[in-house]
């Protein structure tokens, strides 16, 4: 059974692709003529989740105006506003505060990155693990050149870019208890409210192997978009 809320933060200025976000937010920005934002949605939608809400800042309005009430993408749509210089712990923070979140569980995320992340499976580790937060991890990625060192200090393998299997990183979704709220301080999260729970044994991880994309600027979003045509048989 999936969850029926989500909650999605967005707002950042989106710098890293210059000139392309001065009249546009990051959020709206195509991925092969679709919206970041918009190929969340579905993917939450089709997922089973009901109602999200959207925290907003940078060219908040357009954001708005394009997604509405969230009829036409067959679910409920609230916004929250917060200030898009903060940290993603002052947007969770801002967001929980404004609205009013009856569930005692929901997804959170960050508004760019395209999964096919099961969430039904990442609800199941959640509650099993019976943690305030539960993190989807992805085997840590990189763009340097992977080196092997053996105990006498002799380089014993050399790989170039790609997934470190011993290693793991943030995908930027998560399963958030309703007691996170009484937590969130300001700044980022990844500083100050998950090293909490670290401490008291509260954070969960969920791996996932499948689809995962971030579109944080023209590199990546380039290679997101040659990923999905793959995936969606185009030319």
Do not use: C
Not at 96 to 105: K, P, R, S, V, Y
Not at 190 to 213: A, D, P, Q, V, Y
Request: aromatic share 8%; proline share 2%.
């Amino acid at each position: 059974m999936v969850l029926k809320t989500a909650v999605i933060i967005t707002g950042g200025r989106g710098k890293r692709f210059e000139e392309r976000t001065e009249d546009l937010p990051k959020p709206l920005i195509p991925v092969n003529d679709k919206p970041i934002l918009e190929r969340i949605i579905e993917w939450l939608a089709m997922s089973g989740v009901e109602n999200i809400i959207i925290g907003t800042a940078y060219k908040k309005d357009m954001i708005k105006n394009y997604f509405g009430d969230g009829e036409d993408f067959g679910v409920k749509i609230k916004y929250t506003e917060h200030d898009e210089n903060g940290g993603t712990e002052d947007a969770f923070k801002a967001l929980l505060e404004q609205a009013n979140i009856e569930d005692d569980n929901f997804y959170a995320m960050n508004g760019d990155q395209i999964t096919n992340l099961s969430l039904d499976d990442l609800e199941k580790a959640h509650l099993e693990g019976s943690s305030i937060a539960t993190i989807a991890t992805i085997n840590l990625r990189t763009n340097f050149g992977i080196v092997s060192v053996n105990e006498n200090g002799k380089i014993s393998e050399f790989k170039e870019k790609g997934e470190v299997h011993d290693k793991k990183m943030n995908a930027g979704i998560y399963v958030f208890n309703k007691q996170i709220k009484d937590l969130l301080i300001g700044g980022n999260i990844e500083e100050n409210t998950f090293r909490k729970l670290i401490k008291e044994s509260k954070l969960h991880s969920f791996h996932h192997n499948g689809l995962w994309l971030t579109v944080n600027d023209k590199k990546e979003l380039n290679h997101a978009e040659q990923m999905l045509k793959k995936q969606e048989g185009l030319n």
